[in-house]
C-alpha cells in the first residue's frame, strides 16, 4: 500500500465517524506503508505519522479498560515503530525529534497504564522494565546532549 492510498483510508475512517469500529482502525494501522515513519519528512508523511499515533492511541483508550493486554500491547508497538523511525539514520532530522518527544508521551502513559492495575506485582515489573529500556534508549541517543551542545554551538556562532 502506498502512503497516498494508506491517507486516503484514514481520512475515510475518520471521516465516517465510526469510532467504535476500531478492528478496522487497527487493520489500517497494522497495514501502514514504512513511509509514514519516513525517512523524507513531507506535507502527506506528517499528515500520516500523526493520524496513525492518534489511531493508535484510540485502539489504547479503547480496550484500556476491557483488554489490558491488548492495551499494553498497543502502547508498546506504538513505542517500537517510532523508536524504528527515531534509530533509522536516513530519517529526516525534524522526524526523529517528533518520534523522540512522542515516545517519552507513551512511555509516561505506559507507566501509568501499570500503575493503575490490580495486580501490581505483574504490572510493576513490566514499570520497572520500561523506566531502564527507556533510560537505556536515551542514553544510546545521546538526543539531548547532542541538541544542547548544537544548540550551544549555534548560539556561540555568528550568523
Not at 496513525?52 to 483488554?67: I, N, P, Q
Not at 510493576?124 to 547532542?146: D, G, P, R, T
Request: charged letters at 20%; aromatic letters at 10%; proline letters at 2%.
Amino acid at each position: 500500500m502506498t502512503l497516498d492510498t494508506w491517507l486516503i483510508s484514514i481520512s475515510n475512517w475518520y471521516e465516517a465517524k465510526q469510532y467504535d469500529q476500531i478492528e478496522a482502525l487497527e487493520t489500517l494501522l497494522y497495514s501502514a506503508p514504512n513511509s509514514v515513519w519516513g525517512p523524507t519528512l513531507t506535507d502527506e508523511q506528517s499528515k500520516a505519522i500523526a493520524c496513525w499515533l492518534d489511531g493508535s492511541l484510540r485502539v489504547f483508550e479503547h480496550t484500556k479498560y476491557h483488554d489490558k493486554k491488548k492495551a499494553y500491547q498497543m502502547l508498546q508497538y506504538a513505542s517500537a515503530k517510532l523508536e524504528v523511525a527515531a534509530f533509522n539514520s536516513a530519517t529526516d532530522i525534524d522526524i526523529k525529534d517528533w518520534c523522540l518527544k512522542r515516545l517519552q508521551h507513551l512511555t509516561v502513559l505506559s507507566l501509568e497504564f501499570c500503575n493503575q492495575q490490580q495486580d501490581q506485582s505483574t504490572w510493576n515489573k513490566k514499570a520497572h522494565s520500561l523506566i531502564e529500556m527507556h533510560v537505556k534508549l536515551m542514553a544510546s541517543l545521546s538526543w539531548n546532549e547532542s541538541l544542547n551542545s548544537n544548540n550551544a554551538s549555534n548560539l556561540m556562532t555568528p550568523h
